[in-house]
């Protein structure tokens, strides 16, 4: 496992049933692209996320594959729809097999 | 990336190779799109593409895409060593195809989008991002 | 001499000298604290500068969009991990930074005061040897490196519940020779270009250093992630970076003279509002 990776997730408390919220999430990773050199001039081997999911009481929201064209500490934005009260789970997969977990509640109100 | 005299000549040699080929479309970039879309046709439509025209930091360049009626859309750095940047699937509870990002461009090049319709056809739209070079120490 | 220098900073600076004018825009962050990013300036400025201004004015659109949100700034992920620092009991004396002084939140208005006379060691004493100081003393816990990401965190902490507060930092009484080397510092000559902190940011903000806007150099938005190289900058880092590219011998990150330079450049930043951690190229 990576380091030090933290997510930061917004989503709000909040939301009528069938409403649609803006969801925004960040994570510390060094999305190492395997296109650098060390100062020895060896290749740094690709260390990336290479996958984020968000899904809402199991049903999907966004599937997104990320390639190491996306910049350190991964910034994605997107629109859910919020049916009725639950728990959107985030999830982040690492190239060397970790996983990074977070969920945000929300009602209905 | 400490600056060192031989790393200021091969940002340099790097600057000039980017000017010298603003545009250009690697034969890779044509083969991750046959890849996605299994040789269909890539029309215009429903699917735009936001980057700013001017990026002030090839390291994290802020995009957008959005459409209508996308199951999926790919988003390539048509000048990037490796051109993928991002694949964006759609699911139930999505409540709109669109999606923002912070990507890395190697330098000045066409950022472009196809997206994959819930029709079956595939749609394309592409931007090009000026990167520039900083100040101090690039 | 100075026709050298002029011809010098022309060619450095740009060879058609593009106006970078400060952008004409509002930083309101969360859209509820709107910062200032631009007013009067100090009167230890006078007949100098008539209006200091954020470095987040000379950015461009999407940057400047990028601090107006904490859930879009970067930074804010730092100040998660700064938090959790602050919660965390280590070394000999079993405390956390919590156990004395309470919630985060609570250190509201430290930030802008910093560097600060401390009356017991008898010294200034920036944001940063504070920390450590209270690691060691306190806490009985090893140092963290002046520049080191845990520190960084920690200061993007303590800057963020100062967002919004007005930089103050005193210049006279027990500071004032402290805060008289800073100012030589500023305006001494370094480095094979014989540049000056003021040759870039006092006499060229708002042209063009290549492909870069210079700004006034301030330093409320400190620690600062920057896009270059993705991750939060401090003070002295920064400075170091400067310093080194006039082509010098730099001083060392939370060296005395690095320390009074810090003094004086807030100073010259004293009426802008904590932005830490900010957004910047």
């Known amino acids: ?109 | 990336m400490e600056l060192t005299r031989r790393n200021a000549i091969l940002m340099g040699a790097g600057a000039l190779v980017v000017a010298g080929l603003p545009m250009r479309a690697s034969a890779s970039v044509d083969d991750v799109i046959a890849q996605f879309t299994g040789g269909a046709e890539v029309g215009t439509g429903d699917i735009t593409i936001t980057a700013p025209e001017i990026a002030e930091n090839g390291n994290t360049v802020p995009i957008e895409v959005s459409s209508g009626t996308a199951v999926e859309i790919l988003v390539l750095a048509t000048g990037n060593p490796t051109p993928n940047v991002a694949t964006f699937k759609f699911g139930k509870l999505a409540a709109s195809r669109a999606a923002s990002t912070r990507i890395r461009l190697a330098g000045t090049q066409d950022v472009v989008a196809i997206a994959k319709l819930d029709d079956g056809t595939f749609v394309k739209a592409s931007s090009t991002v000026k990167v520039t070079i900083g100040g101090c120490g690039g | 001499m100075r026709n050298l220098t002029g011809a010098l900073l022309a060619g450095l600076l740009s060879t058609t000298f593009v106006s970078a004018d400060p952008v004409d825009d509002k930083l309101v962050l969360n859209e509820e604290t709107t910062l200032v990013t631009r007013t009067a300036a100090p009167a230890h400025l006078s007949g100098v500068l008539d209006e200091v201004m954020s470095g987040w004015l000379f950015r461009g659109t999407e940057t400047r969009a990028m601090q107006t949100d904490d859930f879009d700034n970067p930074g804010m992920i730092f100040v998660d991990k700064g938090e959790d620092s602050w919660n965390a009991v280590e070394g000999t004396e079993g405390k956390s930074c919590a156990s004395c002084h309470g919630g985060s939140e609570d250190m509201a208005g430290v930030r802008p005061v910093y560097p600060k006379f401390n009356e017991a060691a008898g010294e200034v004493r920036t944001l940063e040897m504070q920390v450590n100081d209270c690691r060691e003393t306190q806490m009985g816990a090893d140092k963290w490196k002046y520049t080191g990401g845990s520190m960084a965190n920690m200061t993007a902490l303590l800057a963020s519940v100062s967002r919004g507060m007005p930089v103050n930092v005193a210049i006279d009484g027990p500071v004032q020779s402290t805060w008289d080397e800073g100012k030589e510092l500023y305006y001494a000559r370094t480095g094979q270009l014989e540049l000056s902190c003021a040759n870039c940011h006092e006499e060229n903000f708002g042209n063009m250093i290549r492909a870069d806007h210079l700004s006034q150099g301030q330093i409320n938005g400190f620690p600062t992630y920057r896009l270059k190289n993705t991750k939060l900058n401090s003070v002295h880092a920064r400075f170091k970076g400067c310093v080194r590219d006039t082509r010098a011998e730099t001083y060392k990150p939370g060296s005395s003279e690095f320390v009074a330079l810090e003094l004086y450049v807030a100073s010259r930043g004293n009426g802008l509002s904590v932005e830490g951690p900010s957004v910047r190229n």
């Open chain 1, 1 to 109: 496992m990576a380091s030090g990776v933290k997510p930061r997730v917004k989503v709000p408390k909040t939301a009528a049933a069938g409403d649609t919220i803006t969801i925004k999430t960040l994570i510390s990773h060094k999305m190492e692209s395997g296109q650098r050199k060390d100062d020895d001039g060896n290749i740094i081997p690709r260390s990336i996320i290479n996958r984020f999911t968000c899904d809402f009481n199991g049903e999907n929201v966004v599937d997104i594959v990320l390639e190491a064209a996306i910049s350190t500490n991964p910034y994605l934005e997107f629109e859910a729809i919020v049916p009725e009260a639950g728990e959107f789970k985030f999830t982040w997969y690492d190239d060397d097999g970790s996983i990074y977990e977070t969920a945000k509640s929300i009602a209905i109100g």
